[in-house]
């Protein structure tokens, strides 16, 4: 699991690219306001990586992560009343 603030902005891009898979970065970025979507990116990718699944990520976080895995969930949200994204994963 990983929990931020709502608040808080990863960073800096140099980090977050080589961190997170760079389609996705670039996605991100594209909104007018890039911050909430790169945290959004940046839990999800920390959850994973604390549940062991750190290794296959060029894909993207949707669907299996390590090559022949299909048991790998994610689950992430925005929880407004305590101004927080959070982010679980396992299989």
Same mark, same amino acid.
């Given at each position: 699991i990983?929990?931020?603030? %709502?608040?808080?902005?990863?960073?800096p891009?140099s /980090?977050?690219?080589?961190?997170l898979?760079k389609?996705?970065?670039?996605a991100?970025? =594209?909104?007018p306001d890039?911050?909430? =979507?790169?945290l959004?990116l940046?839990? *999800? *990718?920390e959850a994973?990586?604390?549940? @062991?699944f750190?290794a296959?990520f060029?894909g993207g976080?949707?669907?299996?992560?390590e090559a @022949?895995r299909?048991d790998?969930?994610?689950t =992430?949200?925005?929880?407004h009343?305590?101004?927080? /994204?959070v982010a %679980?994963?396992?299989?």
């Amino acid at each position: 699991i990983d929990v931020e603030p %709502l608040t808080r902005r990863p960073g800096p891009l140099s /980090v977050l690219r080589r961190m997170l898979p760079k389609d996705e970065v670039d996605a991100a970025r =594209a909104g007018p306001d890039p911050g909430p =979507a790169l945290l959004r990116l940046w839990v *999800r *990718r920390e959850a994973l990586f604390k549940a @062991g699944f750190e290794a296959g990520f060029d894909g993207g976080f949707e669907g299996g992560f390590e090559a @022949g895995r299909d048991d790998v969930r994610l689950t =992430a949200w925005t929880d407004h009343r305590r101004a927080a /994204v959070v982010a %679980l994963a396992g299989a």
